[in-house]
């Protein structure tokens, strides 16, 4: 009667790991850091039969910058935040995963991981779409890159196929850039409210994670900072607008009536935090 | 000295491995409350022990003070999360894959979550009779009122409340709620049982081995020596494990498989084992225009879930605490311990105080704002002195209020602003009545064992009464040994709890260090304390002596978001005599630390009667990120004092002192934990904004 204990594959190429995704599919359960996995298959809300470890795959490796930074996906969010090339070229990103949970678990989790597992209630996919990143993705048949936006869908669901791996993540140059974690309760929480915002060129991107099933990005609204000045006002008008457009979901965080109001705050003061960085 | 929790070394209750031992899970009601009509194992495959309603119908019921619980559900679950069959298996892996085969076939009953409508007319019945224990837990007049949801009613009466009320030229009265809240406790619980020659082993993480051999003795028929009850250290318990837990179903399990039998929680079991009271509770505080108190009235319901556990206990220590240690002529108040259908609340550091604190201290706020007075001033102008009489009727002696709540209001800087911060001051109950005894041997190489029933919980219990035993014998602590306490072996205690063991076993082991003295080779101590009080008046000895203390805090609240950040917070707490200073201020900083938890985050979460956040993510403790840099506290001594207990004293003036400190900036909040997203109504309804109901 009982089962046998649960299959452990561990590719040691990436040429290797892509055939063992490509023959199993959904049937093999990816392990990356297990910060996640571990809490379900110990609550046994999984009970895989076979796994997929990408810990000895050294192309998942590698935190480069050239021009762009290149964070391969087995790069955990400790490694991210204390990388000295993404502390000197994209500071805001490195707070932002230094900022998740805490050092046991940032020590942990991977870049790949978050965004695979599409958790609404995580730090870095809101600002990774704030700063226009793109998700390096692979299969048998070959490569493409997916932008943040498109790559999460839903609560747990990407738009990956079930034959591709997330090998990296490119992010451009980082122009300003802001990331605010609202906790409602204790500082190692999740947030109740994460707002990313993000100066490229004179093009204003503000992302709201952990509020709906997918980061929140609104261009029509962060087009109204298109070649204006970004005072009070608009900063105010901006952040009263996401309040609106946002349908918050409620959780033990908050509820969706608080949330409206902590986002029109925290995007207030995201871009308030954007102006003076200008100003320093 | 390297820390045997440091290294591993400490071998816990869940550490011990016997020959031939199985492991054991636990199945389950999914509903509230539910008639079992069928429990079907004939799928279980052999091999695999199964213990079901049909095995322990037979046997005796337990409860430390009503005799509500049965080994497990028989005739009815009565909340999600009852024990309705266990299983015993060679793995983890097989006892969780035979529980899955187990069929039950349940007919749902009416529920109830509230203790409030569970006292309504019409409200379902948990049980049908309330039966008092023998267990010398239920040491206090239990009064049940048969035929309703209530299985204790406590009344004090002193006075007149009602011509208090009409000589008052100022009434306050408000409604105040408390959550449930889980111990957390780092090393869940476990226990291993087995059986030997027809008498019974267990090792089990327990603070109260004498009331759980009691109460295993009568579930099972057999004498109470037939039981030995091994208690391990603790990683944490907090109040969690007392009396009966796992233990029953272990014993059942390892008679029925003729082996050995070891059962260690799931992190989510814990928020279905025990928790804390929820509770409402009602105060209406009368004084004078010059700030004179001369009512209260204080009505309390305390949710016990769907086993009284310890419940009336509680109860009664909430209900005694009430009046708070202030001069009032006239008092009244009345303490109901109800059955819900949640999982069972008991035992929790603080133990009942904390709920009626954060009310009565509140409602001093309160009553200062409403007469335009100090609220320092007003406590100590009606404090308790030195030989008043208690609401209880009993003399107070070495009372140390004022010193507490000065230095308290010193730390946070009271005298040079009040913007923002917020005090409380309390007294704390002790177990009374009660008994410790002690036993030394001495050995020829110059060591002492002592033999005491006192359970390490990581309190530092073990540490403090070793160094008093080294300091009475004149040797080296070194010298002194503590092993882990064994009924076979130490004398009757009455159990680790109430913070009382460094007190009650201290003053125990002066007699036995001079027993020794006279005798050579092995010396006894006992003392006991009488007490108690009678529970429809409330009058007599509620306790030996009063663990006294004060709390202050400071906040900074960011008022668009509601974010209460706790920048100072202090306690003071009277010690008499500190017997081991580290471990003393680590009560101190714990209890302030877990109180901080009770105050911003933690609740048990219920939806439909279910717990929803029996996890540590969705369920919030305070990290030390959310400890305030000013911790600081005060161990208050006196030159000839007994040692007075201090294991919670810390705890109950936090929310209190963070509510007052809210108050202080206008906004008032009355329930527990305080979200940030009340205190964001609490913004609103002082600005007129909007009607937000408290």
Redesign the interface.
Known sequence: ???SAPEWLAPETLTEALALKAEYGEEATIVAGGTFLA?LL???FLAPQRFLSLRAVPELRGIEANGELRLGAMETHRAVERAPVVLEGWPGLARTFALVA?ARVRNQATVGGVLADADYASDPPAMLTALEARALVRSRDGEREIPLEELITGHYETSLRGDELIVGVHVPREGRSTYRK?????????P?VGVAAALRGGSLRVVVGAVASRPQWFPEICGLADGEELDAALGSEIAERYAQAVDPLAD?R??AD?RR??IR??VRRALEDLVQAEAA | MTDPRVTGAVRYAQDVELEGMLEARILRSPFPHARIERVDTSAV?AGIVVLTPGDVADLGMYGAQIKDQTVLACDRARFAGDPVAAVAAATL??A??ALA?IDVDYEELDSVFDPVEACGQDAPLVHDRHNVSENDAAYFGIRPQQGTNVCHRFRLRQGDVEAGFAEADVVVEETFRTAGAQHAHMEPHASVAQWENGRLEVWTGTQTPFNLRSDLAGVLGIAEDRIRIVCPPMGGAFGAKTFVRLEAIVACLARKAGRPVRAIL???EEWLTLNRHPAEIRVRLGARADGTLLAKEVECWADTGAYADCGPGVAQKMGFAAPGPYRIPHVSVESRCVYTNLPPNGAFRGYGQMQTVWASERAMDILAERLGADPLELRLQNLLQEGDRYATGEELHDVRFAECLETAADAIGWRESRQGKGLCVLMKGMQTPSRAGIAIEASDDGTYTLRCATAEMGQGARRAISLLAAELLEVDVANVRFPDPDTDLVPYDTRTTSSRSTYIMGRALVDAVRDLKENGRRGYGEVEIPGGLDPDTGQGVASHHWHQGAGAAEVRVDE??G?VEVVRLHASVYAGRVVNRPGAELQNEGSMIMGLGTT??EAV?IADGQVT?A?L??Y????F??VPVALTHDLLERDGADVHGLGETALPPVPPSVGNALASLGLHVTDLPI???AV?DAVDRRAGLREVPA
Do not use: W
């Open positions: 009667m009982f089962e809490i110990n609550q046994r805490s609202f906790r409602s309760r204790s500082h190692e929480d999740r109740c033990v908050g509820s608080y109001r902590v705050v925290e | 495959p892996r097989e969780d894959e085969l799931e992190r989510n668009e978001t974010k911003l985050f979460d956040n996890n993510s969705d919030e403790i305070p990290s990120m959310d979200s940030a997203e964001l």
